[in-house]
Every structure is written in structure tokens, then in C-alpha cells.
């Protein structure tokens, strides 16, 4: 089975910083997506960014890019210039190509963002 | 922008009471999803449907959940009866076909807060 690992419970990161929060996950899988999901005071989740497996390139979305290391079953979120809506939980997200299409959640990241 | 809506946002009841909770997913999406999140085990996936068909709620217990879809526009949730271990917020979220979503990702619901004392 796979699962998601999200070492860091909590970070933060002062306005206009940088903060790079990690992920790593465990598939014998050869094909599957990635995800970022935010996840704000209001509940709601947010997809931030994705990354097909097969794709060797870094997804970038404005602010946020991530590190995909496929080797080491890697994938760290890079938010630039933090902004104070960036405070909420982060969860880091798999999926397997081809199979059920069940996202499978880390535990999440709680980011604070500080003026 | 479309939503996936869900009823209640908040419940509160007592143990042993029916729980229903309730989605309607967005317009076209074909693939539902039911998520419940808690502080100790994250989010997990407790069932989900394509074409409104059940594929897998092995993560549901089975006792006391029940989940259904009875058309297109509507899905539900199901306690009962209720334990106050299953405080928690649920999820709904869909998708469309697998192009659409993983581009655009599965759409979440805001959640129904379930407090059971």
C-alpha cells in the first residue's frame, strides 16, 4: 500500500520568505500523480499543484514549485514570497496511475505565516 | 465557479442518533469521493463511486456506514448509529474523467463538521 509521509507537524515562514515544506512517500508503482492540497482556517481544500511521475520537469505555479525527486521518492513544496494567505495546512497527495484513482493524504503541515 | 456542496456544515447529536450527511457533487463530475479527516489519523478515504456505482468503501466500517449515491446529483453519508468516536469532518469531493481531474484536480466540499456526545 502506499503512503505519504509529512515530517513536519508545523513550520513558519516570515512575509516575502521562502519555506520549503516536505514530503516523501513509499510505492512500488512505476506511474502515479502527486499533489499539493492547502487546506485554510475555512476548511476548504485547495489543489495548490501536481505532478505526473512520468514528467521529469518541476511543476511551478506562480509562487509555488515543487522538487520532485523520483528516485528517492521525494516531492518538497516551495512557496516564494510568502504571503499571509499562504497560513493554513498543507497536505502532500498521491495517486496511482491506472488504479482506483484514491488520493492518498499525508498527515499534513501546518504553515504560519508571520507579518 | 462550481462546487461540490454539502449539508450540513455542522451537526452536532447525540450517540446512538442516525447521522446524514449529504453532497451534491458538481454538475458532470462523474466520480465521488467520501473523505473524513480527525487530528489523529488525517484524511481517509471512506468510499467512493463512479457513475454512481460503488468501486470501493473498504474504509468504511461497515457496521454502522452506509453510503449511496441515488442519482447523479445527490450523494449521502450514513451513521447509524452514531458513536461519538466518529467526530470527525467529512468530505465530499468530486471529479470528472480522469483528463479533467488530474488537471484540475478533485473539487472538495467545505466539509460537514460531525460532533457526536
Known amino acids: 500500500a502506499q503512503t505519504v509521509t509529512q515530517s513536519q507537524p508545523e513550520m513558519s515562514v516570515q512575509e516575502a520568505e521562502t519555506v520549503t515544506l516536505s514530503c516523501t512517500y513509499d510505492?512500488?508503482?512505476?506511474?502515479?500523480?502527486l499533489f499539493w492540497y492547502k487546506q485554510p482556517p475555512s476548511r476548504q481544500m485547495i489543489l495548490v499543484i501536481r505532478q505526473e511521475a512520468y514528467k521529469q520537469q518541476n511543476a511551478t505555479e506562480n509562487r509555488f514549485s515543487v522538487n520532485f525527486q523520483k528516485a528517492a521518492k521525494s516531492f518538497s513544496l516551495k512557496i516564494s514570497d510568502s504571503q499571509l494567505g499562504d497560513t493554513a495546512m498543507y497536505f502532500c497527495a498521491f495517486m496511482h496511475q491506472g488504479g482506483s484513482e484514491k488520493l492518498v493524504f499525508g498527515k499534513g503541515t501546518k504553515l504560519t505565516v508571520n507579518p | 465557479d462550481a462546487r461540490v456542496t454539502q449539508t450540513p456544515r455542522h451537526k452536532v447529536t447525540e450517540m446512538g442518533q442516525e447521522v446524514t450527511m449529504r453532497c451534491q457533487p458538481i454538475?458532470?463530475?462523474?466520480?465521488v469521493f467520501w473523505y473524513r479527516q480527525t487530528m489523529m489519523q488525517g484524511l481517509e478515504l471512506l468510499a467512493y463511486f463512479r457513475n454512481r456505482a460503488p468501486l470501493d468503501d473498504s474504509g468504511m466500517p461497515k457496521d454502522r456506514f452506509s453510503a449511496e449515491m441515488p442519482d447523479a446529483t445527490l450523494a449521502t453519508l450514513k451513521i447509524q448509529p452514531s458513536e461519538p468516536r466518529d467526530s470527525a469532518v467529512y468530505f465530499c469531493?468530486?471529479?470528472?474523467?480522469?483528463?479533467?481531474?488530474?488537471?484540475?484536480?478533485?473539487?472538495f466540499g467545505s466539509g460537514t463538521r460531525l460532533t457526536v456526545v
Open positions: 510505492t512500488s508503482e512505476n506511474n502515479y500523480y
Open positions: 469531493a468530486s471529479g470528472g474523467g480522469l483528463g479533467q481531474w488530474v488537471t484540475y484536480g478533485y473539487t
Open positions: 454538475l458532470g463530475h462523474n466520480t
